[in-house]
């Protein structure tokens, strides 16, 4: 069993930065793709960034692009959404999902329990 656990939301005004973490713990041999996403109220969860391949590649929404950026150690298992210049509109519970294998070599898609992000205007 893999566990994620999200940290680093908070209420900030427009134009503040927020520095996102997640660790993933439990029977994890490997981790190769991790993924930022979030919900806001009455919406559907909605992709924001991730890092693929072991963290060969990047990509993000459109709607984040040039202001979040996401990082990982593979190492420490653990992962970063850095945000920059935020938006009231960026307002929502951040997920955080990893996709690896265990220890004994079996596929495993988690997620974590969501951190609050609240920007004001």
């Known amino acids: 069993q893999v566990q994620l656990v999200e940290s680093g939301g908070g209420l900030v005004q427009a134009g503040a930065s927020l520095r996102l973490s997640c660790s993933a713990s439990?029977?994890?041999?490997?981790?190769?793709?991790l993924g930022w996403y979030r919900q806001a109220p009455g919406n559907q969860r909605e992709f924001v960034a991730k890092?693929?391949?072991?963290?060969?590649?990047?990509n993000y929404a459109d709607s984040v692009k040039g202001r979040f950026t996401i990082s990982r150690d593979n190492a420490k298992k653990s992962a970063w959404l850095q945000m920059n210049n935020l938006e009231p509109e960026d307002t929502a519970v951040y997920y955080c999902?990893?996709?690896?294998?265990?220890?004994?070599?079996?596929?495993?898609?988690?997620w974590g329990q969501g951190t609050q992000v609240t920007v004001s205007s």
């Open positions: 890092s693929t391949q072991g963290g060969v590649y990047t």
């Open positions: 999902n990893v996709e690896g294998f265990t220890r004994d070599l079996r596929e495993y898609n988690s």
């Open positions: 439990g029977n994890v041999f490997r981790i190769n793709d």
